[in-house]
């Protein structure tokens, strides 16, 4: 599978530029699956459902199913969150599966960057262009506007052969 990351510091833009990148991509005909890394607790269950129930009840998988969807949550309980690897492996194949976050990962990434995050720029050797709201002094890789998402996605599927 063809992977690409988005990576950057809170507040940076890289949710929307993932959901930019998601409609521009797959409105080519092109199948995008996303992968998003979440550094605190979440909850997709609701409070009082069967399904949360079942799940605080002690269950290691709750499969939700309807017509329109379906949703599996699995429980670490006490084990170790599991590697992005091992997460890649349990979506069905397609095209180009986009990831936010996992920065420290060895796949390739556009880094989102906003100077009013006051945050440093990431660019390690596996952010293989800047996405920036201002305009950088870096010349060893692309740096395209935030905004930019034909530009953007054009990038990213050159870089995986799409």
């Keep these: 599978m ?5 990576v950057g510091w809170k507040n940076t833009g890289k949710t929307g530029l993932m959901e930019r990148l998601v409609t521009d991509i797959t409105g080519r005909g092109i199948t995008v699956s996303t992968l998003k890394h979440a550094h605190h607790h979440f909850d997709v269950d609701q409070p009082g ?68 995050a006051g945050k440093p720029l990431i660019a390690d050797d596996t952010v293989k262009a800047i996405a920036s709201d201002t305009g950088l002094d870096i010349t060893d890789r692309p740096v395209f506007d935030l905004n930019d998402t ?13």
């Design 2 to 6: 063809r992977i690409y990351g988005v």
């Design 49 to 116: 459902k069967d399904s949360y129930r079942h799940r605080t009840a002690g269950a290691q998988e709750v499969l939700l199913a309807s017509s329109k969807r379906w949703a599996l949550m699995h429980e670490l309980r006490d084990q170790d969150e599991p590697p992005l690897a091992e997460l890649l492996q349990k979506l069905a194949p397609v095209d180009l599966i986009l990831v936010e976050g996992y920065k420290r990962d060895a796949h390739p990434k556009v880094e989102a960057y906003r100077a009013a």
């Design 150 to 162: 034909k530009a953007i996605a054009d990038f990213i599927l050159a870089e995986v052969g799409l």
